[in-house]
């Protein structure tokens, strides 16, 4: 069987000289328009494409304006914005066209951001920062306690990582990072996923990041089997979702799971991957219970974005940041990466890195 060579490369995210003179070097030929307007004979060209996360350019509605197309590499971890799109709901389309994600860059911020606010909360920093801001003054301990609501009263010295649970729903490229840095705190660390099975990691990975034999979590338990799902959850004093949004994960989660029959005294809940695992009321009521939630970060919200007022913003104990812990200086050149290790595996004939399965979403 011969092996496709992939000569002509599209690129339509804005990237530095240097990463575009290595996409260069990789491909005879290489379309660079990141202003997103691309010509309709290459269009016609190009074989394989680096894109945000919104896919091709929104003229491109059918897939015989791609006729060469055969993979798509996204900048982001989701897909699902470019898999709502009409030209990929044809059965042509996605049997010509494979669609891969840039799961694995985002280790590089999302899991620093992850113990960065849990420590900020373990800390009572949002409320100090909010003080010393707000009113131009030194923020006595009292008033921070005052301020901080039900958590500072049930909890109002600082806290410490070492020696906590730290619970992974989800265990895939952010969370095998983020549960190697748990680690370096004296932390045990388990992890959540749909069979409960210590898997290795599969996809891009950025040497030296992760955890890619599965081997850090003490245990892991079954999302799937109810009885496993509670176990995992009463021995969270962090937990940490990072799921993408599937029929499987909207609404996984409710106040009843946040309640003190379940999480341990003290909890503190981390959302980094989609708004739409929770309600924001149910995390509201959860924060408001005496012996529920202790705190929350939340990078992800439902709806998303909040409405203006929502009470979620001012909450002492939350943090609510507007989806922007992925983000990252280099972002797009690091996404370059993916797309130069993708075409290595393709002209290869090891088949495409990071595939997104159409029907799952991810």
């Not at 066209?97 to 992850?114: D, E, M, N, R």
């Not at 940041?321 to 280099?330: C, D, M, Q, R, V």
Request: glycine share 8%; charged share 20%; aromatic share 8%.
């Amino acid at each position: 069987m011969t092996i496709p060579t992939y000569d002509t490369a599209g690129v339509i995210v804005s990237i530095s000289e240097a990463k575009l003179a290595e996409i260069q070097a990789a491909f005879p030929t290489v379309h660079y328009h990141p202003d997103g307007v691309v010509p309709d004979d290459h269009l016609a060209e190009v074989d394989i494409w680096f894109t945000s996360w919104t896919g091709l350019p929104a003229n491109v509605t059918d897939v015989r304006q791609v006729p060469r197309t055969k993979v798509i590499q996204l900048s982001s971890a989701g897909a699902n914005n470019w898999l709502a799109r009409e030209i990929m709901q044809s059965k042509e389309a996605k049997e010509q066209i494979k669609v891969c994600s840039a799961s694995g860059i985002h280790t590089l911020s999302i899991p620093q951001y992850i113990i960065a606010n849990v420590v900020n909360l373990y800390m009572k920093l949002q409320v100090q920062l909010h003080l010393a801001r707000t009113e131009e003054t030194w923020p006595a301990r009292d008033r921070v306690l005052a301020r901080s609501g039900l958590s500072g009263r049930e909890r109002p010295g600082n806290r410490c990582l070492f020696g906590k649970t730290v619970g992974m729903l989800g265990y895939g490229h952010i969370a095998r990072e983020t549960a190697r840095l748990f680690k370096a705190f004296h932390c045990d660390v388990i992890a959540a996923n749909s069979k409960g099975d210590k898997r290795s990691e599969h996809g891009y990975a950025i040497p030296g990041t992760g955890d890619h034999d599965g081997s850090i979590p003490s245990q892991y338990y079954s999302t799937s089997d109810p009885a496993s799902f509670k176990a995992f959850l009463a021995r969270c004093d962090i937990l940490v979702a990072s799921l993408p949004s599937t029929p499987q994960t909207r609404y996984m989660l409710n106040r009843d799971h946040f309640g003190k029959s379940l999480l341990p005294q003290g909890a503190v809940f981390v959302n980094v991957g989609r708004g739409d695992l929770v309600k924001s009321e149910e995390i509201i009521a959860a924060l408001d219970a005496p012996g529920g939630l202790w705190g929350a970060a939340l990078d992800v919200t439902d709806p998303e974005p909040l409405p203006v007022g929502h009470p979620l913003f001012t909450h002492p104990a939350a943090i609510v940041t507007p989806h922007t812990s992925g983000s990252f200086e280099g972002y797009f050149d690091s996404g370059a990466d993916v797309l130069l290790r993708q075409v290595e595996s393709l002209r290869g004939g090891h088949g495409p890195i990071n595939v997104v399965d159409p029907d799952k979403g991810y």
